[in-house]
């Protein structure tokens, strides 16, 4: 998915790992300001693969769905 796409994304966006196939949610959060942005990655909470990642001044969450 691009970044665009996830800069449109709501907050507790589903996803489905591509390793382990189990769905998963994450978010972002913190301070989200223009400029100083850092790559975040979207690792999987079950097998810890990275899925994706996004560039922003704020931080990724991941939690699992049971």
Do not use: A, L, Q
Not at 17 to 40: A, L, N, V
Not at 47 to 52: R, T
């Amino acid at each position: 998915m691009s970044y665009y796409n996830h800069m449109h994304d709501s907050k507790g966006t589903k996803t489905k790992c591509g390793k382990c196939g189990k769905e998963f949610t994450w978010e972002e959060y913190g301070d989200i300001y223009p400029g100083g942005k850092s790559t975040e990655y979207i690792r999987c909470p079950y097998c810890g693969e990275v899925n994706d990642s996004i560039r922003t001044s704020g931080f990724v969450s991941t939690s699992k769905i049971d």
